[in-house]
């Protein structure tokens, strides 16, 4: 079993930064597919961003390409989401998501699901 806690959610105005971080505990997260998934009020669950096992491989939702920024940390068995230049409709609840696979997470239902961290956007 992987668990998953995230952190570093907030409240932040527009144009503003947040860095978000999935601290995984249970088993290493070195073998896994790490990604990041969103969900506003109102509307199902959307990917975010994902990572390959290495970091050498990521990819990202085309509304978050340019301004999102996933890496991940082995060592410390952790991943991050630098998250710039958020908009009002970045606000969601972000969860941290493990699959394991060596490449990218290509599914919308990974292994495991952290519990969640809320993003606000003031406009």
């Known amino acids: 079993q992987v668990q998953l806690v995230e952190s570093g959610g907030g409240l932040v105005q527009a144009g503003g930064s947040l860095r978000l971080s999935c601290a995984a505990s249970?088993?290493?997260?070195?073998?896994?597919?790490m990604g990041w998934f969103r969900q506003a009020p109102g509307k199902e669950r959307e990917f975010v961003a994902t990572?390959?096992?290495?970091?050498?491989?990521?990819n990202y939702a085309v509304s978050v390409k340019g301004r999102f920024t996933i890496s991940r940390d082995n060592a410390k068995n952790t991943v991050y989401l630098q998250m710039n230049s958020l908009k009002p409709e970045d606000t969601a609840v972000y969860y941290c998501?493990?699959?394991?696979?060596?490449?990218?997470?290509?599914?919308?239902?990974?292994?495991?699901w952290g519990e969640g961290t809320q993003v606000t956007v003031s406009s």
């Open positions: 998501a493990a699959e394991r696979r060596l490449g990218l997470i290509t599914t919308t239902h990974p292994d495991y």
């Open positions: 249970g088993r290493t997260i070195s073998t896994y597919a």
């Open positions: 990572i390959s096992w290495s970091g050498g491989s990521t």
